[in-house]
């Protein structure tokens, strides 16, 4: 168990927040190889999200919520949308989900709002990863490759022809791939994972169009400047995130499933904080006195005090983390005693 002197009450919140983010991934490193996964906030809530539109021909089916805005539900075509009694969202036959547009009955145009805003800051947060593990690499052909954790950067477009590529690593690790044209999967070209990789860690951020041919296979969150276009019989198990419009021919997108148990928090790093399932926290504290436990969100902000008050030494302290509210993502916890601060980098998961 590491603990480290608290030296951060004399400088500014800004850098505080630096120090906070760098000591928590050094305390994770350990065990997830890679940067630090993107926080989607409420755009992680769908499994497609557009600003101008979502289009269908042929039988596409969609596992998860998807939604426009600012575009009205009339730039949803090919749903044969249902609207709910309530206004509030529609259904269909070929989405295993809700659907939601700008224009439908309060508070959905707030909550389209903020899930567009949340996914051009994720993508913001993607492109600015700065001192890339691999940079160029294959001169951005990754067709017959195997992809290690790190973060990725192309100056060019990236291709993946037919002999597809393999994304490879533990549950725990991240990818982000940084990509500043287009990316394209050809006709048949599948992204397979191995090791236990996650669909829901592999971030695929990209300047411009976003192309799956036919029957192509992609794995991961999509986050695309422009277009995203999938054509006949292309599957994303991930999240296709556009800026403009998402264009789909009898395709299948299924939402990431997330590597946790019951919905629960799940810690980095086992040591002086413990995690429990049904949302509970077990800490310990060296000697008795006070202590606070709180949470943050990745830019800083306060979202929880879970403990604030006197601790016994030794003793296996337990306090509930209601999550009801909180957008899906990485946070950081942040336990002060005896002058010490233990910080753990978490995944809240819905």
Sequence with gaps: MKTYTNQLTSIRWTHFLGAMLTVAFMVSAA????PTPVNLGTAGNFASLAKTGISTTGVTKITGDIGVS???ATYITGFGLIKDASG????????VGNIYAANYTAPTPTKMTTAIGDMQTAYTNAAGRMLPDYAELYAGNLTGKTLTPGLYKWSTGVLVSAAGVTIS????????FQIA????LANGAMVTLSGGAQASNIFWQVAGKVTLGTTAAMKGIILCQTEIVMNTGATLSGRALAQTAVTLEANAITGPAVNVVENVLVPQKSGLLQTYRNRSIEFTVPSNGKATLTVYNTIGQEVATLFNGEAEAGKDNQVQFNTTGLAKGWYFSKLESDDKVNLDRMLIAK
């Design 31 to 34: 065990i997830a190889a890679g």
């Design 70 to 72: 600012p575009a009205a």
């Design 88 to 95: 509030t969202f529609a259904t269909s036959s070929l989405v």
């Design 169 to 176: 690593g533990t549950a725990t690790d991240v990818w982000i």
């Design 181 to 184: 044209q287009t990316l394209t």
